[in-house]
Antibody, heavy 120, light 107 residues
Framework: EVQLVESGGGLVQPGGSLRLSCAAS????????MSWVRQAPGKGLEWVSV???????YYADSVKGRFTISRDNAKNTLYLQMNSLRAEDTAVYYC??????????????WGQGTLVTVSS | DIQMTQSPSSVSASVGDTVTITCRAS??????LAWYQQKPGKAPKLLIY???SLQSGVPSRFSGSGSGTDFTLTISSLQPEDFATYYC?????????FGQGTKLEIK
């Protein structure tokens, strides 16, 4: 059974930093595409970042230059380093493992989410 | 970026009804589309991928169709556990984008 468990969320002041972690079991982080998706309170889903199995990384324009996605293969864990946080970054952050079907990738496995609140 | 537009934003239906939700992409995405179900306080769940392929474990009353720019999710014989919010998502190109969601409510 695949399990993705996020941690690291919390309350942070504007301009501050936070690092989210996503510990995976039953799913190899280094062999799959892994992503972060967020959801602001009462709003829809927004893709944040992806790291490919080969190590390439991509970001939404809204977080580019402020957020960094990475992984620790030995710990089978995905990370999201968030710097220069803004009020509009307040959201539940989901870790997702992508499955590949017919040359496209979909968010197949999801964690339970961790809440990040940016407020003074 | 590819914009995804769902309609309706909300729909009311009764147990046993059939409901159809539509999703339109701002440009052609072939069949690279997924549908997700999300219940309050829970993570989204993949229902349909590649526009019409049913994810393992998902009941057969869920079905998807379409290609290019227009897609539909149909839920037949609604069950109480189907009342949730549904999102479409394009997997054609980065950035991945989602529709704004369709809330399915009990009538």
């Amino acid at each position: 059974e695949v399990q993705l468990v996020e941690s690291g969320g919390g309350l942070v002041q504007p301009g501050g930093s936070l690092r989210l972690s996503c510990a995976a079991s039953g799913f190899t982080v280094s062999s799959n595409y892994m992503s972060w998706v967020r959801q602001a309170p009462g709003k829809g889903l927004e893709w944040v970042s992806v790291i490919y199995s080969g190590g390439s990384t991509y970001y939404a324009d809204s977080v580019k230059g402020r957020f960094t996605i990475s992984r620790d293969n030995a710990k089978n864990t995905l990370y999201l380093q968030m710097n220069s946080l803004r009020a509009e970054d307040t959201a539940v952050y989901y870790c997702a493992g992508l499955g590949s079907y017919n040359s496209a990738e979909y968010f197949q496995h999801w964690g339970q989410g961790t809440l990040v609140t940016v407020s003074s | 970026d590819i914009q995804m537009t769902q309609s309706p934003s909300s729909v009311s239906a009764s147990v046993g009804d059939t409901v159809t939700i539509t999703c339109r992409a701002s440009q052609g995405i072939s069949s690279w589309l997924a549908w997700y179900q999300q219940k309050p306080g829970k993570a989204p769940k993949l229902l349909i991928y590649a526009a019409s392929s049913l994810q393992s474990g998902v009941p057969s009353r869920f079905s998807g169709s379409g290609s290019g720019t227009d897609f539909t999710l149909t839920i037949s014989s609604l069950q109480p556990e189907d009342f949730a919010t549904y999102y479409c998502q394009q997997a054609s190109s980065l950035p991945y984008t989602f529709g704004q969601g369709t809330k399915l409510e009990i009538k």
